[in-house]
């Protein structure tokens, strides 16, 4: 893994031409994954769903929250968007402020609490925010019937510094990720060229735009992937517009990669 913090992610970018703040063993037939992957492959429903808001707990008690729009119906697989809080936030709140997008596309929307005030990588390494966002993708995908090739990563600040990097590390198996402010990003074992929408307030006092979003920007191009950027005229926060850009183009990426 290797772990960049912003001065060392500028200083290895330098020649390279986005709610408010206040919120395996050898011989094995089974698949291995490293400390970043994440288990989306599509497995059999075992048990129903609400509709609406619940809460999905992990063995030590962490929390993660989903929210299965009014539209679900088991008959028709939906996307799945799961959502990063930033630094000190909570997931619930991630599901709040984007219900009627989420809700607007038939996703269901999962977002899990950081097991700490922010992400485990951020802070360290992978691990145990790795395994309980896995746990509760086994449960979601339990419940609900989710198109794995319709599943995508949305994170704010730290949280988009992590959905940046987790969408690194699993590019082959995501449709997209959105990604408003983050700082910067961690390259695991990359997976694929996934594409991105990152979006920046150019007057960002959190996460200075020329010392994030430009250099990430590049960075994610220069590596191949497809980047569709948006600076606004504001702070470190989502406005209504943004968000509305960003789920447009989320819609775009679901409607390219439905299973049929």
């Known amino acids: 893994m290797v772990h960049v913090n912003r001065r060392q992610f500028l200083l290895s970018t330098a020649a390279l031409p986005l709610i408010a703040a206040a919120t395996a063993c050898a011989g094995s037939t089974?698949?291995?994954?490293?400390?970043?992957?994440?288990r989306l492959q599509a497995r059999p429903r075992t048990r129903g769903v609400p509709l609406g808001d619940d809460v999905i707990l992990g063995a030590d008690l962490q929390r993660a929250y989903i929210r299965v729009p009014a539209t679900y119906?088991?008959?028709q697989a939906a996307p799945l968007i799961i959502?990063?809080?930033?630094?000190?936030?909570?997931?619930?709140t991630m599901v709040s402020a984007f219900a009627s997008r989420t809700d607007g596309i038939g996703a269901v929307a999962l977002a899990p609490n950081s097991t700490s005030g922010t992400w485990d990588a951020i802070e360290s390494g992978y691990g145990p925010d790795v395994a309980f966002l896995n746990e509760a993708i086994d449960q979601t995908l339990k419940r609900c019937s989710i198109d794995v090739n319709r599943i995508a990563l949305l994170g704010f600040s730290d949280g988009a510094t992590y959905a940046i990097s987790l969408g690194v590390s699993n590019g082959d198996q995501l449709a997209g990720v959105v990604a408003h402010s983050p700082g910067y990003y961690i390259e695991d074992d990359p997976r694929g060229t996934p594409s991105f929408f990152i979006s920046h307030g150019t007057s960002d006092l959190i996460q200075p735009i020329e010392d994030s979003s430009r250099p990430i920007?590049?960075?994610?191009?220069?590596?191949?992937?497809?980047?569709?950027?948006?600076?606004?005229?504001?702070?470190?926060?989502?406005?209504e517009d943004i968000a509305d850009q960003a789920f447009a183009w989320l819609s775009d990426r679901f409607a390219s990669s439905r299973l049929d």
């Open 217 to 239: 920007v590049a960075a994610l191009r220069a590596r191949g992937s497809s980047v569709t950027y948006v600076e606004f005229d504001g702070r470190h926060e989502v406005p």
């Open 83 to 92: 959502l990063f809080h930033g630094s000190g936030g909570r997931g619930d």
């Open 73 to 75: 119906t088991p008959a």
């Open 30 to 38: 089974e698949p291995t994954y490293g400390p970043a992957r994440l």
